[in-house]
């Protein structure tokens, strides 16, 4: 019995070794043996027809250890399973051998950043003449990515399209997916000019201005969407427009334009989505502050539009209430439900406190002793009180100012001005301050 394994992701050489050096004496008989079967034991989401066609095995064709070897090394650089192992039995006329796979946890999304000059399903069909199977995905591990690159490469050189094929694995925070990205390295594609179909409560012409940055770069699926989500889906949600979607950007070949050579006009359909109400806010794990006082500090009134700026600057303000009370790593998790029949959004906040700080030194630099004390009196958070983001900022707003005011009136000769630092210890649960004065 053969076994291969991807659990530590063993390189090609790797692979070879440990076939040559296994024990062969299981495929002895088949050295002259035709392959009448292949059975396949394991399998859960891959087609065994993926399989035999991955193996690169025939039925009828004469089989021979190095032929067996080389047809369980293929599997594993497939990277569709992340254990094999292989067995043969029968005659010298006809032998069956069998594959105990374990299949490897998941395969990524393929995503084609740039290939203007292609449908997406002449893309597939191009990667099928290497892999049958493709179906969009490609397996995390093995060398099925390098496969695709080489692929593409083929299909741009035989359509004289200048450009190397590269991939490299994607993050994409705003689905929370990681996918293989394709991208066409070494050619200009600049976008010439945008169009968002569907926008009517935005007016085009607005969506059109604030995507100017857009314009002469060049074209990337991944860059366009982004700047979508984080530019443009924001004046929905200042609406109320809460689940307006882009799709998919669209690049087609710009026409007649001079200043714009080998671009794209780029088509982004919007969904606009309807306008939503708030509700209510629920809140779960909050022990200092209590649901009303963290709902008045949110500031959002039931029936009023659920502007999504104002939302979050309403989180602002409950991270401030919370700094008042020593807590300066509040996190908040946020879901929403929507009930679409009425327009209304609510939302559940979870909170997570966090320890409690206490002020700890007020250290004040670059000042004369009797001005440093003269500036520490005017300080009333003493060390040990739970600590006050609120009163370190007015301080610095409102009493500095006035400090230093009052001194240049006393003296033509001072001029300072004063920089505030407050400096947490996780250890101690404690703040210092640092004045310095300049």
Known sequence: MIILTHRHRPTLRAI???????????????????????????????????VIASSELRIGQAVDPSLLDAAATKLMQSGLF???????????????????????????????????????????NAIRNDIPFFNGTAPEAGDAAEKIVQSLQRLLNEKKIPGRVEVMPYNDLAKGTQEFLFTVRGVKIPVCSLRFPGAEAVPEAE????????????????????FATYTLFPLYRRMGRLRAQFQEPAPTKAENLANCVDGVTVTVPVDEGIVYSWAKSDWNGNKSL???????????????????????????????????????????????????????????FTVYEGP???????????????????????WTLQSGAVFDEFYVEDFRLNTLPRFIGTQMQRSLAFHATAQTVTKPD?????????????
């Open 16 to 50: 070879l070794l440990l076939v040559t050096l296994s024990a062969l004496a299981s495929i002895a008989s088949a050295q002259a043996g035709r392959l009448t079967n292949i059975e396949v034991v394991g399998l859960k989401r891959v087609p065994r027809e993926q």
């Open 82 to 124: 992340k254990k094999l192992t292989y067995r043969v039995r029968g005659r010298a006329s006809e032998v069956t051998v069998t594959f105990e796979v374990e299949e490897a946890n998941r395969s990524l999304p393929v995503v084609f950043e740039n290939f203007v000059w292609f449908t997406d399903e002449e893309l597939a």
């Open 207 to 226: 969506l059109i201005n604030a995507s100017q940055p857009l314009i002469n770069s060049d074209f990337s699926r991944k860059d366009i969407s982004g």
């Open 290 to 348: 209590s649901a009303t006082e963290l709902s008045a500090a949110l500031g959002m009134k039931t029936g009023e539009i659920a502007d999504g700026s104002k939302i979050d600057a309403g989180l602002k303000e409950v991270s401030k209430a919370y700094g008042r009370k020593g807590y300066l790593v509040v996190r908040i998790k946020e879901s929403s439900q929507f009930d679409d029949s009425a327009h209304w959004v609510s939302y559940q």
């Open 356 to 378: 409690q700080y206490h002020m700890g030194t007020l250290v004040i630099n670059g000042l004369a002793p009797d001005l440093t004390q003269n500036l520490k009196e005017s």
């Open 426 to 438: 996780a250890q101690k649960l404690t703040v210092d301050v640092v004045i310095t004065f300049k």
